[in-house]
């Protein structure tokens, strides 16, 4: 089954540090975009950090220079480093994967094509 498992969510005092893990499983994770976004209460879900199956990058304003997405394709893996939490930061924390990279008869079906984790909760307050 393919799936994405998320870790390593928590809480910190601001100027924190804590890194998120995201794990696949059933798909061939370098064909994938990888993205984290994040939803805080009463607010929309927004795109914080996006890495793509070709390695270009991009993060919001909001947390580039703090942030860093990476992503160890052998392990299946994707990382979200977040660094000088901000208590602007709360908010539950979702990996997403979308199939974007193909060869010539790989078989896929639709619903493995935009996965999402479970969600992290990342609390920032003192």
């Known amino acids: 089954q393919a799936q994405l498992v998320e870790s390593g969510g928590g809480s910190v005092q601001p100027g924190g540090s804590l890194q998120l893990s995201c794990a696949a499983s059933?798909?061939?994770?370098?064909?994938?975009?990888m993205g984290w976004y994040r939803q805080a209460p009463g607010k929309q879900r927004e795109l914080v950090a996006v890495?793509?199956?070709?390695?270009?990058?991009n993060y919001t304003s909001a947390v580039k220079g703090r942030f860093t997405i990476s992503r160890d394709n052998g392990k299946n893996t994707g990382y979200l480093q977040m660094n000088s939490l901000k208590p602007e930061d709360t908010a539950v924390y979702y990996c997403n994967a979308v199939l974007t990279k193909l060869v010539t008869g790989y078989e896929f079906q639709a619903d493995e094509t935009n996965l999402w984790g479970q969600g992290a909760q990342v609390t920032v307050s003192s």
């Open positions: 890495l793509t199956s070709g390695g270009n990058v």
């Open positions: 059933g798909i061939i994770f370098r064909f994938y975009d």
